[in-house]
């Protein structure tokens, strides 16, 4: 008889696709990295140089801030001793349809958390809530340890893909992200947004009207918007949506070279793009977390097993 | 960033959004000036009835034309969900509706710039020195309007019926407006004094104050899904 998994996932299940079974436990402290953070000092600050170092003041990025030169999740950790996300029992009702069950989530700073589900799954209900976009029905959350509600100040440690690309197709690149830019209170948000476009090869483009872009062109322009405040939580929700296959490896290579530098929660249903830059994976089903890890995840069929496994045997629903 | 640097932003965004797809200030405009013409055809009235008669035209045709703008004035904002993207900046999100109210407001006021001499040329009425009262009435009034309207339009943009939805929820509710301006406007043109206009001024001073106050509180529920 299968174990249940502490997170409802498998034991057996995916010990039969070759896992290790005391690696796959799933850790709500979130593994030796994690506990040596937790007891890091919460008034550690760094004081010299980097690149987010122009981060307005918003409590835990607070006060004029100077990253060091350093660079990795180890650093950045360091310098964000508090989790990134935490939920606790995050509940979404829509009248009598329950969106979510029970979440209770944990992202470290710097994780690249991976989360899979079918369709109506609540991937976009989560990432909305995650956002501030949505209120939970019950439960709680906090981002970098505040609470969102009514901390207008902690949305700018946030950067959102979105299925949409809020993007005025009215105006042109260049207009869309000096916008967000200076919405974001950006210090030099003409430079900054310069360089983004330059970042995502859209510079030649910058004067054109964003209607005449392609989906790809779309896309790399959304996720520039995302970025032009440099946020350090990057919330991702089925960005793949529409790219062919061209502009998806142009995405996902966007995507691993922000990989480390931030926290990024990313939603799909796709395995073969979810996968590559997962640190741990979550699957859900039917608003619930059904699956929780971090180990074998270069084993792309058996992580594929898997989750067809997972989705089957539904949810585990607490 | 300072509240009036976001709300400065907002309108700047609208008033470049206008400019590039001309959706909203053409209708708002050739509606105005057409319903100018068919009203002069429609009573052809004498300049002693010219007089009587304006308010009442001015005002139906900017309550008409806001309706037309206010419509327009989310459904830009939905394309892409960039009303979901105004959500994510890091300001009190009751700024958005102050800064769509206001560039709803620039539209109005560009509308009765354009369609009061209009009117008053058809009709044979010299505005003269009854301008700058005037522009107050029609200031205070475009804020009553457009105070109430951007509630509504916020309020029925994810509705399939909201063209119908608005004129339903927004003409019974700025009916004091329309009244209080009526009347306003029909004093100044008959060149009653200051005192005897006040009145009407003061009731769209007040009805402005609680829906702008009302409007601010209110806006970021109006937004939640």
């Known amino acids: ?318 | 960033m300072g509240a009036l640097s976001a709300v400065r932003l907002l309108v700047w965004k609208d008033l470049l959004l206008e400019l590039r797809t001309k959706e909203i200030l053409t209708a708002m405009a050739v509606f105005a000036l057409l319903a100018a013409v068919v009203f002069n055809f429609a009573f052809s009235p004498s300049p002693a009835q010219a007089a009587a008669l304006l308010p009442g035209m001015l005002w139906v045709t900017l309550a008409f034309a806001a309706t037309l703008g206010l419509s327009r004035s989310f459904v830009l904002e939905r394309e892409q969900q960039c009303l979901e993207a105004l959500r994510l900046f890091p300001v009190d999100r009751s700024l958005i509706y102050l800064g769509k109210a206001a560039a709803n407001l620039l539209f109005l006021l560009l509308v009765a710039v354009l369609i009061l001499p209009a009117m008053a040329a058809l009709s044979g009425i010299a505005l003269g020195s009854r301008l700058l009262p005037l522009a107050a009435v029609l200031l205070l009034g475009g804020v009553g309007l457009v105070a109430v309207g951007t509630i509504f339009s916020a309020m029925s943009v994810h509705t399939r019926i909201r063209e119908v939805l608005l004129p339903v929820l927004l003409f019974p509710i700025a009916s004091p407006v329309l009244i209080a301006g009526v009347k306003a406007t029909a004093g100044i043109l008959a060149g009653w004094p200051l005192r005897a206009v006040l009145p009407g001024l003061r009731i769209l001073a007040a009805f402005d104050l609680v829906f702008v106050v009302l409007g601010y509180l209110l806006f970021e529920f109006l937004l939640e899904e």
Request: aromatic share 6%.
């Open chain 1, 1 to 318: 008889m299968s174990q249940p998994h502490p997170r409802g996932g498998s034991w057996t299940r995916f010990k039969a696709l070759g896992a290790n079974r005391s690696r796959t436990r799933w850790n709500p402290t979130g593994g030796l990295w994690f506990s040596a953070l937790r007891s890091a000092p919460k008034a550690h600050r760094p004081t010299t140089g980097g690149r987010i170092g122009h981060l307005p003041d918003t409590g835990v990025f607070s006060r004029p801030i100077h990253w060091p030169q350093e660079s990795g999740k180890r650093a950045l950790r360091a310098r964000c001793p508090v989790q990134a996300i935490e939920t606790r029992e995050l509940e979404k009702a829509f009248g009598p349809v329950r969106a979510l069950r029970r979440v209770t989530l944990e992202v470290a700073a710097g994780e690249c958390l991976v989360i899979f589900g079918p369709n109506g799954a609540g991937k976009t209900t989560l990432v909305k809530i995650l956002a501030t976009l949505m209120r939970p029905s019950a439960g709680t959350l906090r981002l970098f340890g505040r609470n969102p509600q009514g901390d207008d100040g902690l949305r700018r440690l946030i950067g959102v893909v979105s299925h949409h690309s809020y993007l005025y197709t009215g105006l042109t690149a260049l207009e869309n992200l000096l916008f967000a830019a200076r919405m974001y209170g950006v210090p030099d948000a003409a430079g900054r947004a310069a360089e983004m476009l330059e970042i995502v090869g859209l510079g030649p483009r910058r004067h054109d009207l964003v209607r005449t872009f392609s989906r790809g062109m779309l896309q790399r322009l959304t996720i520039a918007r995302a970025l032009v405040h440099d946020p350090p939580l990057l919330l991702l929700d089925e960005p793949y949506t529409g790219l062919d296959r061209h502009a998806a490896e142009t995405f996902s290579g966007l995507l691993e070279r922000l990989r480390g530098d931030r926290t990024i929660v990313l939603t799909t249903h796709s395995i073969e793009q979810g996968l590559p830059l997962a640190d741990r994976i979550l699957i859900l089903v039917d608003g619930a977390v059904a699956y929780e890890g971090r180990e074998g995840l270069d084993d792309r069929h058996a992580v594929g097993r898997l989750y067809t496994q997972v989705v089957r045997s539904g949810a585990w629903v607490h």
